[in-house]
């Protein structure tokens, strides 16, 4: 009888020392696992609930406020060309979101309105990492995304504005619309955390066409602990399949405190329980983001299965432009609005001689021409014709042709022998 190979320690650094005669291990042989934590700063604060005496719910935040913002951490990846386009994606993301706040108050956007303000450095160093033939399926407040992996500024506003020229020819005034023609876009899912099965399905379809895939998605925190996103990730790591999950904590689902979401400090940790790779950024620092992403994206390639990341960051806007957030404690907000991300990344790039003051406001001026041509652009599209309106709800034989991305799907044998009794089941791998 062959003797069994001791179990090897995890990927994500558990290990497995045997059990003594009771079935316990001695205290010093429990398990350990690791979480990489790239942040060069860890504040800790704490959000309190409290009734006042009329019985309104109010919070407290204790921490020290007062500390520096930390430098942006060297990127192991981004060269200098490569930095500079970042930084003014970036800056294309904020002043087209400033943009479109505008046109809501001027009563010319259909429907709301949502932001990403002070997560630009997350959205757009994440789809920067990913390669031409990866996937990403964007949620709503990750519109520097679609910046990135071909989308422009009109294409969001007239979205918003509900007009013909829109990606859905204005049957939808938010963000509901996709490509999986040609930018490899997934169309965002209102119901929080579906889009983290379907991206598995994505690599898994990839998968069967003899490609290994990255497939970028992000969830909130409050959205990471639905059930679906648990049935996502789970089978994207048993079948080793390329999804690669941002967990943004932002620290608010909508008017939850994460204190009040989950037991756990780092959300990062559960990705132990799934087996994969887990690690902590800091959202605001766009060299962080970028780093792991990219790394992650690598797995994916050589087949190693899905990764999560969680960024920690503020949402520095309500839920919606709806939604003042008056919940949120003020000095909660000035603390994170002193780690603009890209007032931070601006200055790392003026102090590595990387970008010159007057390259600097250049990059500025050509960023606030491009979103003033692309407002006139939207505001001159017509709105849809109304005949238009039941054209293209439902899709028929004729609308759009679905095929295999990446040739035909490799058969499992060959020859048409027919299968064993024991190897009936299917199996992806």
């Not at 706040?101 to 956007?109: G, R």
């Not at 939808?172 to 997934?186: E, F, K």
């Not at 609005?337 to 001026?365: S, V, Y």
Request: with cysteine; proline share 6%; glycine share 10%.
């Amino acid at each position: 009888m062959k003797k069994r190979p001791a179990s090897k320690a995890r990927h994500n650094g558990a290990s497995r020392p045997a059990a003594g005669r009771n079935g316990q291990r001695p205290a010093d042989q429990e398990r350990r696992y690791r979480i990489p934590d790239w942040r060069l700063e860890r504040p800790q604060f704490h959000v309190t609930q409290k009734r006042t005496e009329a019985g309104e719910v109010r919070y407290s935040f204790t921490g020290d406020l007062d500390l520096a913002p930390p430098p942006i951490r060297e990127s192991g990846y981004l060269t200098r060309e490569k930095s500079i386009e970042l930084y003014r994606w970036m800056l294309l993301n904020r002043r087209m979101e400033q943009t479109l706040e505008t046109l809501y108050k001027q009563s010319k956007v259909v429907g709301g309105v949502y932001f990403g303000l002070g997560q630009e450095a997350c959205s757009c160093a994440s789809a920067l990492a990913l390669g031409d033939g990866d996937w990403f399926a964007p949620m709503i407040r990750n519109q520097g995304a679609l910046l990135v992996r071909g989308f422009h500024p009109r294409d969001v506003m007239m979205q918003y504005m509900a007009k013909a020229d829109s990606p859905t020819h204005g049957k939808d005034g938010t963000s509901h619309y996709g490509d999986i023609a040609q930018r490899n876009m997934v169309s965002p899912i209102s119901m929080l955390g579906d889009l983290i099965p379907i991206l598995t399905g994505v690599a898994l379809g990839a998968r069967l066409q003899g490609r290994n895939i990255a497939a970028l998605t992000w969830i909130g925190d409050g959205g990471q602990s639905t059930g679906v996103t648990h049935e996502g990730l789970n089978f994207a790591a048993v079948q080793k399949l390329g999804l690669v999950l941002i967990v943004e904590n932002n620290l608010w689902a909508y008017s939850t405190p994460t204190e009040m979401q989950f037991a756990i400090e780092d959300l990062a940790e559960r990705a132990i329980g799934y087996g994969v790779p887990g690690m902590i950024v800091d959202g605001t620092d766009a060299c962080q983001v970028f780093d792991a992403t990219l790394e992650a994206v690598q797995r994916a390639h050589r087949g190693e299965g899905p990764t999560l990341i969680e960024a920690k960051m503020m949402r520095m806007k309500g839920h919606a432009i709806h939604d003042a957030a008056g919940y949120v404690p003020p000095e909660m907000l000035e603390f994170w609005r002193k780690r603009d991300p890209i007032a931070r990344f601006e200055k790392h790039l003026l102090g590595k001689k990387w970008l010159t003051p007057a390259q600097n406001r250049e990059l500025i001026a050509e960023v606030e021409r491009q979103v003033d041509e692309d407002r006139t652009l939207a505001e001159a599209s017509p709105m849809p014709d109304p005949a238009q309106a039941p054209k293209g709800v439902y899709c028929d034989p004729g609308c759009h042709p679905i095929t295999l991305k990446y040739g035909g799907v490799k058969p499992a044998r060959r020859g048409g022998a027919k299968l064993k009794q024991s190897e009936a089941a299917l199996h992806f791998r």
